[in-house]
């Protein structure tokens, strides 16, 4: 397996568990650059590839805010290095998209059919667009160079190995709660979102990519719970009842968000496995070991 990574939203620690697999080998590189190709080459020769896995792009709210065109060169011009990767060594190419191509969603839940409801020049559109433009550049690509494509969009995903700056919601009740200071919440807390754990997530990955399904598929936890309830879910967890910290809702925040996996259910097989409150629990047992 080769590793694509630049480790500018992430840590090279993270796979360094697996530093002693040969199986594994790491291209410190940006998807971006104009030779990707020919250092893949250099790396791994004329090594067939079975798929090209696309999960590149800073996700939170404050990595791609503070690198917006950088996230919008990963979505266009690092998907096409990508595909032409994928099409010259004929592999399979899965694009890890987003739920965030729904926006602010006037449809809830959110089927795949959905075209969303998403604001093209505020701060978040560089996530949100780039996101739609890739989804538009794998299809037409399907279409046009016969790549033999899968789409996902996923929803909130929370576990392990997140960064302690990384600025979405479950990471910082955790971090925040963890360090006893007041939990911060944007808006009135009445806003929803849908928590689906990591290794379920990468089932539903691993299920849609040795599939024949076409077409976006929806990956998330379809159990919604209000920030609110998200704080308190943690305080529990924790033994502890901390303070709320209201701040002013960003802009374009989503009002609601939650995936209708009808298509995963009966297409993959898949739906999640780990409640919201187990997987808090082993995300905080990964930060409190030893």
Known sequence: MLDIDDHSTGRRANVSHLAASESLVVLETDV??????????????????????????AASPPAYLARP?????????????LIAVALERGSRFLLASTSEVYGDPLEHPQPEAYWGNVNPIGERSVYDEAKRFAEALTTAHERVSGLDARIVRIFNTYGPRMQADDGRVVTNFVHQALRGEPLTVYGDGSQTRSFCYVGDLVAGLVALLESEVRGPVNLGNPTEFTMLELAEAVGELLGLEPAIEFRPLPSDDPRVRCPDITRARELLGWEPKVALRDGLRLMVDSLTAG
Do not use: P
């Open 32 to 57: 971006v650059t104009d030779d990707l190709a020919s250092r893949v080459a250099a790396v791994i020769g004329d090594e067939e590839v079975a798929a090209v896995v696309h999960l590149a792009s």
């Open 69 to 81: 065109l950088e996230t919008l060169a990963v979505g266009s011009a690092g998907t096409e290095r």
